[in-house]
């Protein structure tokens, strides 16, 4: 869940890796209004490659789709992410 206030996050004795993102303010809005007993993801990154320059690594394009209509009409479905 995405937030305005600053928070620690310990990943020393995680089982698998974690991505951090840092989302547009409209999103976090979006998601923080999401009731957390919902079992509906609230979105899905979408990771693209060109099999014609898999060695490339600027064929990699990384998208985050919104689910359903989280909230807002005006919302955008679709991010492009920056992965560094």
């Known amino acids: 869940m995405c937030s305005s206030s600053s928070r620690n996050l310990d990943t020393g004795k995680a089982e698998s890796p974690v991505w951090l993102m840092k989302c547009p303010v409209v999103v976090a809005k979006s ?20 099999p014609l320059r898999a060695d490339d690594p600027s064929s990699l394009e990384f998208k985050m789709e919104m689910a359903g ?6 919302l955008p479905k679709s991010y492009s992410l920056n992965m560094f």
């Not at 957390?36 to 609230?42: A, F, I, M, T, Y």
């Open 69 to 74: 209509s989280s909230g807002s009409a005006n």
């Open 31 to 50: 998601w923080n209004s999401h009731n957390p007993s919902d079992p509906h993801p609230l979105s899905k990154v979408v990771l693209s490659l060109d």
